[in-house]
């Protein structure tokens, strides 16, 4: 096992993010965690990447509990956040932003590898490399963030809302870009409104209502069970 959630449970405050919550992600998986607005699922995604500490509960990585770790450490150790709204240097180059996502690493000739994965899974970031990124279009920047996640060399890339803002077709492609990675040896774990999408794409996945797992299978099962058709998917 890549990631183990146990018993997570986050406060905010008084409010009660998380009521103790288990995520687990197998290594080579697309897991996702689908839910309304809300239910906890970028509370999840913060607590996981160390943003925010967890009142209850533990998080192994790799083997390693990484519970007390701070956001920096966990990157370094591969566990990688892909943040809701993108969080791109708007006043930076495309290149600048990328450049951000290796801060953290020496590793000259493999980072040189990753520029060539990035710009071969996004031929558009290439042909933009020195626009600055706040005006590139939507769909744009969603792929110069997951680029930017790539940067650190995930070894669990984690997507919070990757579909946020796009029009339908983008949302495809954005989908058939993170299968691309998926295939290409990184795991990955998505939160997503769009559930439709995110389970049709996953092998597993959760279904998170009021900072409680409700509901756990594979995307097809989940995809088929009629309380998450009616819920999620607007169908009886
Ligand atoms: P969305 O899709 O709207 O982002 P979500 O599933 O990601 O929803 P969270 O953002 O994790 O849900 O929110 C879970 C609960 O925690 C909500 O009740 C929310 O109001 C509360 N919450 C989230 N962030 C904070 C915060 N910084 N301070 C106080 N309460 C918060």
Do not use: W
């Amino acid at each position: 096992m890549l990631l183990e959630m146990k018993d997570a449970v986050l406060n905010y405050g008084k409010i009660q993010a998380l009521h103790g919550i288990s995520v687990e992600v197998n290594e080579g998986e697309v897991v996702s965690l689908i839910g309304a607005n809300g239910a906890g699922k970028t509370s999840t995604m913060r607590a996981l990447s160390g943003v925010r500490g967890l009142s209850q509960g533990q998080i192994t990585f790799n083997g390693e509990d990484v519970t007390k770790l701070r956001a920096d450490q966990r990157l370094r150790k591969g566990l990688v956040l892909c943040p809701e709204g993108r969080g791109i240097f708007p006043g930076m180059t495309v290149t600048e932003n990328l450049n951000m996502g290796a801060y953290t690493r020496k590793d000259k000739s493999a980072i040189d590898e990753d520029y060539d994965r990035v710009f071969g899974l996004f031929p558009r970031l290439l042909e933009r490399k020195k626009q600055v990124a706040g005006t590139m279009s939507g769909g744009e920047q969603q792929m110069l963030a997951i680029g930017r996640a790539l940067m650190s060399r995930p070894k669990l890339l984690m997507l919070d809302e990757p579909s946020m803002g796009l029009a339908p077709m983008l949302i495809q492609q954005i989908f058939d870009i993170i299968t691309e990675i998926s295939q290409q040896g990184t795991t990955i774990l998505v939160v997503e409104q769009n559930a439709k999408q995110a389970l049709s794409r996953s092998d597993r996945a959760y279904v998170l209502e009021t900072g409680n797992i409700v509901k756990t299978g594979t995307g097809a099962e989940l995809l088929d069970d009629p309380s998450v058709r009616e819920a999620y998917l607007g169908v009886a």
